[in-house]
């Protein structure tokens, strides 16, 4: 109820589910998953809600995508975080994998014991992720009133807070 307010998330988005679409001529069709009475899992293309058209079309960062992933769920979210931060005064810090230039392709991925697995194997035993488009996010940011600072790699961020001197300092005592 007082500010400042920090919020962190690590892999935030992973434990969010996202949307498909893919744009074709001037059309956007969303992905999904369609159970066949033989208990096969077939990928179906179905063309995407008014809302989602319009909602979609209102970043800029996809306007030139063939293939895009939208996090709504994550931008609901994410929204309630931006009033808490814009009325108590506070940041976020979002740690997650992600991407600045998008390659028009599927990111998302399925993950088991540390190793890529098939998407529609393991179900409900298996980790489902995707990568996270930075310039989407930090657009979405700005369009709901909070500035963002440099979007930065993992690399880059454990550097800044002392690894490598760190790894140094613990090779020495082994």
Do not use: W
């Amino acid at each position: 109820k007082k500010g400042p307010i920090i919020f962190f998330g690590n892999e935030f988005f992973d434990a969010i589910p996202i949307k498909q679409f893919k744009r074709e001529k001037k059309s956007l069709y969303e992905k999904f998953f369609f159970l066949q009475k033989n208990c096969k899992i077939k990928e179906i293309f179905r063309k995407a809600s008014k809302e989602d058209i319009n909602y979609i079309n209102s970043f800029e960062s996809l306007k030139e995508l063939k293939f895009i992933e939208f996090p709504k769920i994550g931008f609901s979210e994410l929204k309630k975080m931006i009033k808490k931060i814009l009325d108590l005064k506070g940041c976020i810090l979002l740690i997650d994998y992600g991407y600045l230039k998008s390659s028009n392709q599927s990111t998302l991925q399925s993950v088991m014991r540390h190793k890529k697995n098939s998407i529609l194997k393991n179900l409900g035993k298996a980790d489902i992720t995707y990568h996270v488009n930075f310039n989407l996010l930090n657009e979405f940011f700005l369009k709901n009133n909070l500035s963002t600072k440099k979007t930065i790699t993992q690399r880059e961020f454990l550097q800044s807070l002392g690894i490598n001197e760190r790894a140094e300092i613990i090779s020495k005592k082994m």
